[in-house]
């Protein structure tokens, strides 16, 4: 089974603080996204990658970052956290070859908290 | 641009109800529609995916169906329970741009013993 693990379930942190949200997937993946979450807004996607050191801007990428340095790894910044950054993040991957006809795998997602 | 929706936005049932969850989108033209629960707090797990070309595909208890040319996909659940009380998301993959997702905000099913 494909497993897409985020290393960190709950996060507090401070406005102006620097965030990385880590997402790793054990499948060889070379698709992977992050969303963030909000009531009443739904899914919204922040960044993707289709390969290593490879990013593209999604939807809402403004106050984001990414790195993917290596293949199974693809992180978030949030290089100045602000309180409208608090919310539900969620990575997800799949695999290049089944991009238009696969299944999107997620992590469990990182809650964000800024105060 | 595509648009997905999904009513209701809640739903109450008695264990033991069949029901269904409805999710339309405004074009047609798709790679595929998938179907996701997510329990609170956690993330999102793939329930069923069905292609453009399938008219429905069953997995346990659940049944969802597409029609295309409406715009329109439901997902049945048989003889609900309390387990599956969660929040049901449908997302469609678009052709012609870069095969993203984009998902419905949801129906939160609660399921009463």
């Known amino acids: 089974d494909v497993k897409v693990t985020q290393s960190s379930r709950y996060l507090v942190k401070r406005t102006g603080e620097k965030v990385f949200l880590e997402c790793v997937q054990d499948m060889d993946h070379e698709n992977m996204f992050w969303y963030r979450q909000d009531p009443g807004l739904g899914l919204r996607l922040i960044y993707f990658s289709y390969d290593v050191k490879m990013k593209e801007k999604g939807d809402i990428p403004e106050g984001y970052s990414v790195s993917r340095e290596k293949k199974e790894r693809f992180s978030l910044i949030l290089e100045s956290a602000s309180t409208n950054q608090t919310s539900m993040y969620l990575c997800a991957s799949i695999r290049r070859l089944d991009a238009r006809t696969g299944e999107l795998f997620f992590g469990e997602g990182s809650r964000l908290t800024v105060l | 641009k595509q648009e997905v929706t999904q009513i209701p936005a809640a739903l109450s049932v008695p264990e033991g109800e069949n029901l269904v969850l409805n999710c339309s989108f405004t074009d047609s033209a798709i790679y595929n529609l998938q179907w996701f629960r997510q329990d609170p707090g956690k993330g999102l797990t793939s329930l069923l995916l069905i292609q453009s070309s399938q008219r429905e595909q069953t997995s346990g208890r659940l049944n969802a169906s597409l029609d295309k040319s409406s715009g329109r996909s439901t997902l049945y659940i048989a003889a609900s329970q309390p387990g599956d009380s969660a929040t049901y998301l449908c997302?469609?993959?678009?052709?012609?741009?870069?095969?993203?997702?984009?998902f419905g905000k949801g129906t939160k099913l609660t399921v009463n013993p």
């Open positions: 997302a469609v993959r678009s052709q012609g741009g870069s095969e993203k997702l984009v």
